[in-house]
């Protein structure tokens, strides 16, 4: 499975962008998928996941509210719309495969495929 990570830029606090992980090679319909994002000096963190079947997603308090993860299983891709974004939002945004699709896990090693990022980033 290939993941390439879009939608990514520049936008001020307050602001909202959509991010796009579109998958080729095979399809992620039976996995679980996933957001991360890393800022410089500080470890991959979890931002939303999202089941199968669309039904159970998972945030961190960091996020809840603000960002929403859904999945188009006939276009193989999955989305990460974020609102109210702020300063501290700012890092490479990655999304992620677990082909064990069913538990959704907060810890990187636990995902099969990685995307290879896109850069947002949130200006005060």
């Known amino acids: 499975v290939q993941l390439q990570a879009s939608g990514g830029g520049l936008v001020q606090a307050g602001g909202s962008l959509r991010l796009s992980c579109a998958a080729s090679g095979r399809t992620i319909s039976t996995y679980v998928m996933a957001w991360f994002r890393q800022a410089p000096g500080k470890e991959r963190e979890f931002v939303a996941g999202?089941?199968?079947?669309?039904?159970?997603?998972y945030y961190p308090d960091s996020v809840k509210g603000r960002f929403t993860i859904s999945r188009d299983n006939a276009k193989n891709t999955v989305y990460l719309q974020m609102n109210s974004l702020k300063p501290e939002d700012t890092a490479v945004y990655y999304c992620?495969?677990?082909?064990?699709?069913?538990?959704?896990?907060?810890?990187?090693?636990?995902?099969?495929?990685w995307g290879q990022g896109t850069q947002v980033t949130v200006s005060s």
């Open positions: 992620a495969a677990d082909l064990r699709g069913v538990i959704i896990s907060p810890t990187p090693v636990k995902y099969h495929y």
């Open positions: 999202i089941r199968s079947n669309s039904a159970i997603t």
